[in-house]
């Protein structure tokens, strides 16, 4: 008899990424990618294009499904159409409209209460009420709203419009206490009614692709990847993607009132506090810009210098920040003298700013309650090995660094092959081989001077 194959697809924010794997036990037997156009809008067609030149290993599997990236705007007119390019989660416009609906519905206090979440520009409900302000007819001529990977699913064969829990609490209209819809919420945001696809239960089975596969209802990124690395209680899982991630599964939901921690669901029926950074693997590719290296010669120039870098400190909020909100923000080299103005010192600036902003991410989330009894180091920023050397003196503990893999797809595939089972949870997949990083010391001096340089810094 054939092996049963499932198939999982990454449309994150700069490409498509898919795995084809064994059904039993996750071994990747092909994978695949095609890059997406930049910018921080993007016709959701594009995603579809890149998810067609994926198409050939899809369609080898007998289940597919697919993670995106969380948050993005794809408002539909009533035949379906997109009103308009897609609003991603990088996109900042919609930060004074995140600061008038927290003051219109109640405060932040309310607004975690009611969705787990405090928004900022990233979140979906911010963009509809930009679209409603900017773009009053595209906000009249909107009766749907959906978020990338719904939009994929639908397209690829799904019985109706669906999304699942996990990305679902991204958008700012929906409850991860309660599991349901906030529609007042999304009409004072847009202004009208619009209709949000179903939340399907995980695990589901929610329609057949156009060769005959199972889908699998998909989710957000992040969720995609707790699934895809088997997430424990104690795991916080810190990833160096387009944007930077610290999340953990939890049993109960969380409410930040502080708005540093978002109270998201996942994708098993638990839970996923997350603190998200705007700036992250694109601070290393900045860094090799300026210093004229390729990634892998940047971090030898990192390693090369002396903890501390010279005296140079970054703060990298290169595109606006995000964690903390500070949306017109601008990067900051602080430091600089005649005698430390050397590549190794502005590399080792890079990875260091890049760490110490994620080890802020942890500490929000211990902050409420999360306790870590491993870090797990993943995303195309793990691939340095300047990072991987340097995290443990700064964020402060051992890191275990599964082996480089794309952990959203293989989640999404493992998803995949959870609706084709129809079982209660999801098959057991053996976890990845990983190294263990550890460092003899710590570098509370690091944080400290990058701290300062945080919270003195003008917004410009
Ligand atoms: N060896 C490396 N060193 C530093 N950064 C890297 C390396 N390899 C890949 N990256 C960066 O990782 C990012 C892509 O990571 P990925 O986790 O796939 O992000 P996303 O899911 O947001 O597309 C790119 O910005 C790329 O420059
Ligand atoms: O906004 C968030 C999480 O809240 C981001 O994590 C996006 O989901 C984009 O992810 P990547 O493209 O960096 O993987």
């Not at 998810?51 to 599997?61: C, N, P, T």
């Not at 009614?193 to 699998?216: H, I, M, Q, S, Y």
């Not at 390693?303 to 995000?322: H, I, Q």
Request: hydrophobic share 45%.
């Amino acid at each position: 008899m054939a092996e049963i194959l499932v198939a999982g697809v990454d449309s994150s924010t700069q490409s498509t990424k898919a795995v084809l794997c064994r059904a039993a036990d996750g071994t990747v037997v092909a994978k695949a990618s095609a890059p997406h156009p930049d910018g921080t809008e993007c016709h959701p067609d594009h995603w579809w294009d890149a998810l067609s030149r994926v198409r050939g290993l899809l369609e080898r599997a007998d289940a597919v499904a697919v993670a995106a990236q969380q948050h993005g705007m794809v408002a539909l007119d009533g035949a379906g159409e997109p009103v308009r390019p897609a609003l991603l989660w990088n996109d900042t416009r919609s930060a004074p409209q995140a600061r008038a609906l927290v003051a219109e519905l109640g405060g932040a206090k309310a607004w975690a209460e009611r969705t787990g979440s405090v928004p900022v520009a990233s979140f979906t409900v911010t963009k509809l009420r930009w679209m409603a302000e900017n773009e009053p007819e595209n906000a009249r001529r909107t009766e749907r709203v959906m978020l990338p990977h719904d939009w994929l699913t639908l397209r690829l064969g799904a019985s109706g419009p669906v999304t699942d829990r996990g990305d679902a609490s991204g958008t700012g209209y929906w409850s991860p206490a309660t599991g349901s819809y906030l529609p007042d919420v999304l009409r004072a945001a847009l202004g009208r009614d619009a209709e949000p696809p179903r939340v399907a239960a995980p695990g589901e089975n929610v329609g057949k692709t156009a060769w005959g596969a199972a889908l699998g209802p998909g989710t957000g990124d992040n969720m995609g990847a707790a699934l895809g690395l088997g997430l424990r209680p104690g795991d916080v899982v810190v990833s160096i993607g387009t944007s930077g991630t610290a999340f953990a599964v939890a049993d109960e939901p969380a409410a930040d009132p502080s708005g540093l921690v978002a109270g998201f669901a996942d994708a098993t029926g638990r839970f996923l506090p997350l603190v998200c950074t705007l700036n992250a693997a694109r601070i290393l590719s900045a860094a090799a810009t300026m210093t004229g290296a390729a990634l892998d010669e940047l971090s030898l120039l990192a390693l090369a210098a002396e903890p501390g870098a010279g005296g140079v400190t970054l703060l990298p909020y290169l595109d606006g920040e995000r964690t903390p909100d500070r949306p017109g923000a601008t990067g900051v080299l602080a430091g600089l003298t005649s005698a430390n103005a050397t590549r190794e010192n502005v590399a080792r600036a890079a990875v260091e700013a890049l760490l110490c902003s994620l080890a802020d991410a942890v500490d929000h989330l211990t902050a409420q309650g999360v306790r870590p009894r491993r870090t797990l180091l993943i995303g195309g920023g793990a691939r340095s090995a300047a990072v991987r050397a340097l995290a443990p003196a700064i964020l402060g503990t051992p890191v275990t660094v599964p082996e480089p893999a794309e952990y959203v797809a293989l989640g999404a595939a493992r998803q995949a092959a959870w609706a084709l089972a129809g079982t209660p949870e999801p098959p057991e997949w053996p976890a990845p081989p990983a190294t263990e990083h550890t460092s003899d010391r710590t570098e509370p001096e690091i944080r400290e001077r990058y701290a300062a340089l945080r919270d003195s810094a003008p917004e410009i």
